[in-house]
Structure formats: structure tokens, C-alpha cells
């Protein structure tokens, strides 16, 4: 008896244990639903040029490159600068940005303003938010990823949660106006022509287009206390994935100081909690320190 309850027990425990691995045939599964997930909808609003390109990446090139990775390689959301009473913690733009990190990413893309012919599929922005379908958007910059001429007009996944949108010639049109920091831009026909930058080479690049005083930028900011619908439902949500994305990536290339710092700012940036002002202040000390890392200490 005593026997027998110790091959039931030993074959209950085996059996659990095989069924809590992966089958072959579920791990076949999952590699061709990745597979067939090739260019197919992702999306953030707040990372929508990220998306975007990541997007085109993938049915270019058949390489699935995380939108975060990307995020982090156009060094947008690092430093910060103000203006028309705004604070934007940022030191660069999207169209730079996306320029950077397919740079760094190895890849080559062509670059063309949209009154050109177009090859699809391509990433495109920035485009007038508030003037692409559905009517109603809030006023502001955005990206897309458009891939299907369809009737008189394109198919785009939006990544601000609107997948295969039709987007009509003329809305198009209407859309790509000039949005002051940039013209509107399509990116497609990308190629890969060298590996991964090295890490010296990419935080060489953080380091020379980090904007300097960027915690002064913020302490001054501070004494506003200036609580705009943009600061608390944008920026400071925004600012505290993105640093997110690059606390992982120092801790991945080993700079763990600055994995820290950064894991400290996503917390000064999503706390909802106490005096806008003195988190304000303690985000300007922690980008002093950033910046000390990042610059002055190389």
C-alpha cells in the first residue's frame, strides 16, 4: 500500500510537471502566430513614432524590434526644455529621433516629404492629429504606419488605438502640413547595412544631444507650479514609461547608477501623490545627477 502511494504520488508529481512545460507543438504555434503577426497593429499614442516604425521594420525587414527599444535609441523623453509655458521633458524631436535610432539600429530608409511617390508600405509624421479621421482629435503632432492604398485613399494602423483606418487623399493631404519643428516626412524601403551600435557609440549619442542644464530647465519650471492638462495627462505620464525603457536599458548595457536614477524619475513622474511643486524639485536634483553621469562624467 505503502508502495503504491509512492508511484501515484511520483507519477501525479511527474505528470504536473509535464504538463506545466511547453509542448513542442505550443511552441510551434506561438513562433508562427509571431510569424504571421508581420506587420500587423501595435499601439501606444504617447510612443506613436515608435510604433510606427517599428511597424515598418517589421514588414521590411522581418525583424520584430520592441517600439520601447526604439524609443529609447531616438533619445527623446532624456533632458527637458520649456516652452509657450509648457515643460516638456525631452531633448530632441520625433523626426530626429527616428533618424537617430534607425542610425544606430543599422538600418538605412529613404526619406521623403509625402508630395512625392510613395512605396508602401512607409511611417509617416508628423502629421495634424486633429485633422485625421475620426473627427473630434485633440490638437498635436502624430505618427502612423501606412501600408494599403485602399479606394481613394490609404489604410494606416494608427497606433492611438486605430487599427486599418482609412485615411481619405484629402484628409491625407490636410494632415501633412508643416507642424513647426518639422516638416511631414515618410520614412520606407528600409535596409539593414551594419549591426547594432556598440555601447560606447550609443551613449556617445545620448550624451551629445542630452540638453545641458535640462534640471535647471525643470527647477525653474517648479516655481510656476503651473498644472496644465498637457503636464499631468501627458508629459509626466509619458516621461515616467519612457524612463522606464531606459532604466532597463542601462541595467542592460551594465551602467547601473544610471538605471537607477532613471527608475527614480518614472517614480517622480507617475506619482500622483503630494505637492506638484516639491516633486517637481526632486525631478530637477535627480536630472542633475543624470546629467552628471551622462555628460560630465565621461
Not at 43 to 52: I, K, L, M, N, W
Not at 69 to 87: Q, R
Not at 284 to 295: D, G, V
Amino acid at each position: 500500500m505503502v508502495r503504491f502511494a509512492f508511484y501515484f504520488l511520483t507519477a501525479h508529481v511527474f505528470c504536473a510537471y509535464a504538463l506545466s512545460l511547453p509542448s513542442v507543438e505550443s511552441q510551434a504555434l506561438y513562433r508562427n502566430f509571431k510569424k504571421a503577426q508581420n506587420g500587423t497593429y501595435q499601439g501606444s499614442s504617447a510612443y506613436c513614432y515608435a510604433d510606427s516604425v517599428s511597424m515598418l521594420l517589421k514588414s521590411d525587414t522581418g525583424q520584430n524590434i520592441s517600439p520601447s527599444f526604439i524609443e529609447v535609441l531616438t533619445g527623446v523623453g532624456m533632458g527637458a526644455f520649456g516652452f509657450d509655458e509648457e515643460l516638456y521633458l525631452s531633448s530632441t524631436d520625433p523626426v530626429s529621433g527616428i533618424r537617430a535610432a534607425l542610425q544606430l539600429l543599422g538600418f538605412m530608409a529613404e526619406e521623403i516629404r509625402p508630395e512625392s511617390i510613395l512605396k508602401l508600405p512607409f511611417a509617416i509624421g508628423p502629421l495634424s492629429n486633429e485633422k485625421l479621421p475620426p473627427d473630434g482629435r485633440v490638437m498635436g503632432d502624430h505618427f502612423i504606419y501606412v501600408f494599403e492604398r485602399w479606394a481613394d485613399g490609404f489604410l494606416a494602423h494608427d497606433p492611438a488605438g486605430f487599427p486599418n483606418l482609412y485615411v481619405s487623399f484629402e484628409r491625407f493631404k490636410m494632415a501633412s502640413d508643416n507642424i513647426g519643428y518639422s516638416q511631414t516626412l515618410t520614412w520606407s524601403n528600409v535596409k539593414q547595412i551594419r549591426n547594432l551600435a556598440s555601447k560606447n557609440e550609443l551613449m556617445n549619442y545620448f550624451a551629445t544631444q542630452y540638453r545641458t542644464q535640462s534640471w535647471k530647465t525643470i527647477e525653474d519650471y517648479a516655481l510656476t507650479s503651473i498644472e496644465t492638462p498637457a503636464l499631468l495627462y501627458f508629459t509626466l505620464p509619458t516621461c515616467a514609461r519612457r524612463s522606464l525603457d531606459y532604466a532597463a536599458f542601462f541595467k542592460a548595457v551594465l551602467e547601473s547608477d544610471l538605471s537607477e536614477l532613471f527608475l527614480n524619475r518614472s517614480k517622480l513622474c507617475g506619482s500622483f501623490e503630494g505637492n506638484l511643486q516639491s516633486r517637481l524639485v526632486k525631478l530637477a536634483q535627480n536630472e542633475k545627477k543624470i546629467e552628471s553621469l551622462l555628460i560630465t562624467d565621461r
